[in-house]
Each structure stands twice: as C-alpha cells, then as structure tokens.
C-alpha cells in the first residue's frame, strides 16, 4: 500500500488554506520545479523561496513527529495538469512494485488537487549533487565516488527497465543525496571532493534513466562539462567527442538535410565550430590519469554512449562492468536518489 501522508484532515486543510492565500500573491505562475530545502516548522507559512510566493515551486511542510516533507505545485494549466497526473501514475506504480523500498526509487507519500493545481508529496531528500558541486567550487567527484554513486543507480535502473519505465531527464540537478548532512573536506592534492557523512547509513535509492543520458550524467560528474546541445550542433559535439556518426545510421535518418555524402552536413568554419573546438574533444583526452580505474570508468562511458543502439551496453550488463568490481554489497559512503519526471514507455502487446 502507498503510504498516505494526509490522514489529518485538518492538516490537509491548514496545506489548502496555505495554498489558497499565497495564490493571490502572483497571477503569473513559472514552470515547476523541485527544491527541497527546509522551512521553519509552521505547516506551510512559507516557501522555501525568498523570491515572491508563487505556486508552481515547490515547498517544504512540516508535519507531526518533526518530520519535513516536499511538496511538488504544478503550474496549473492543462499541458503541466497532463504531465503532472502522468507522473503520478508513475509514481503509483512505482510504489506499488516496490512495496519494500528495496529499489531504491523515490517515494511519492501522496497527492492532491487544489484550484486545478496538482500538488504531490514526496519524501525530503537533500543536496543534489549539483549543488553539492557548485558549494564546492565544481570540485569534480572522485572515481571512487562516482563508482558509488553510479553503481546505486545502475540496480535502480534494471528494475525500473523489467516494468517498462523510461528515465527522461537525468542530469545531475536531478540526482539527489538522500541525506544532505556531511562535512565538505578540500583534497588539495588531488583537487577532489570528499564527503563525509554524519548520518546514519540508509538505502540506496535512484530512479529509472536511458542509458546514453545517464552516460552524459557521469561525465558531468566527473568534469562538470555538459556534452549536450541541439540540433545539428549537438550532433557535431558528439561527433567531436564520440567520433564520427557511422553512415549506416545516417541513411536511416529523416532529416536527410542534416546529411552529405553520407557525414554529418556540419558548416565547420560557422562561429558554433568555434565553441566546440574550444569546449569539446575525444572522449580519452579527458582522462587526468592512466590509472587502471579511470581506464574502466571511461571505456564504460564508451560503451554507454555508442551511436547504434544495437551495440550499445545494457543496464544489466553495465553492472557486470570491471568498473564497478571493487563494488562490495554493503551501505555505500555516498547515498543518492534521482527526483525526476518520468514516462511510461508503451510496448506494443504490453497491455
């Protein structure tokens, strides 16, 4: 059963009314978004924005037993209304195949409709490791860390994979520490990050994620680079970095004017040349080592970002990678949860 957050009325109540009067302080309502920050214990007086109240961010509540909880507010138009109810019955599912929490998935404690705005309960997690970064001076994580981190999510993703769910949006504002309290600690010899946690061990969460994003999200992590764009100078980026897109693929195309001579039409002395001469190279020359751990960690990432599908590495696979070896089945230093808008994938003869 989903555990339901809302058994006091009054409680619920006291949320609506909150609700109802920050509503008339703003008509124009931004895009939602997902903050977990806490608020002093007063149910919900406050957002956990110092800018204007308005009700498409998210909130943190109080609730009985001194336990924090966040509240996703969906902006309320239909499009948002759609996406928002599409995640819910996610997130249901979710619940429901996993009563135990033992796939590490995000917990949605409830939901509720006030004035066609979809608001949904979730567990209060911490820092997401982009913030963590940006605190720190986008210190790169560790290997170490990132094959803690990684190896949580990978078992996350091959359960989520069985039951037809598809990732959409990872990256790392999306990937959150399910605790947040630990002390930052400068390595300057190595220029790393370490965390060192003063919370008690807890399970290993995370959230589905399509295998060449989730190929993108380590690489972040591991130089705080992104390797994605649009359109045709997002092809080129890739084919800096990952090598030239193989022509089989390119035939198969239906933006055939994306295409010449069966390579990519890319105008090489445009200005985005420029940016991607400056921002992007093969993937190998981005290792800082020679060591045997960054050599597996970036042959994984090659494995994860090859351009045919057909090749490509699966989840499960991914897990019996060398890389993740020295991995050993006990509570890892780091513990991380991905927040993030999910989509069914519909299978023909699924239903």
Known sequence: MTQKLFVDEGLKEQTVTALEQSSTQTETLEAS???????????????????PVHLSRSLSLWVSGNEYVAVKIVRNTESFSEVATSEITVLEEINRLD????????????WFQY??????????LGLSTFEVLKQN???????????????????AVCFLHQNKLTHT???????LFVC??????????????????????????CLDVKVVDFGTAIFDHEHHESLTHESKEHLAMMEKVLGPIPSHLLKQTRKQHFVHNEHLNWDEQGCSDDYIEKHCKPLKQYMWTNSED?????????????????????????????????VI????????????????????GAM
């Not at 090659?302 to 020295?326: C, K």
């Not at 006990?330 to 299978?347: D, G, H, N, Q």
């Open 329 to 348: 089945v006990a509570p890892a230093s780091f513990v991380t949860k991905a927040l993030v808008m999910l989509r069914v994938e519909i299978l023909v």
């Open 99 to 110: 009563e135990e929490n033992r796939f590490a998935c995000v917990r949605m404690l409830d």
């Open 115 to 124: 004035r066609d705005h979809v608001c949904i309960v979730f567990e209060l």
């Open 294 to 326: 960054e050599r597996q960690l970036f042959d994984l990432l090659s494995l994860m970002l090859e351009y045919d599908v057909s090749r490509r590495i699966t989840m499960e696979e991914a897990l019996w990678h060398p890389f993740f070896s020295p």
């Open 180 to 205: 947040s309290d630990y002390n930052l600690e400068f390595n300057n010899d190595r220029g790393m990050l370490t965390l060192a946690q003063k919370c008690e061990p807890k399970k290993l969460r």
């Open 137 to 155: 001076e986008f210190l790169p994580f560790s290997v170490e860390q990132i094959r803690q981190m990684s190896f949580q999510i990978f078992k």
């Open 33 to 51: 978004t997902s903050v977990h920050t806490a608020v002093p214990p007063r149910w919900v007086t406050r957002y956990d924005s110092p800018l």
């Open 169 to 175: 949006d990872l990256k790392p504002e999306n990937i």
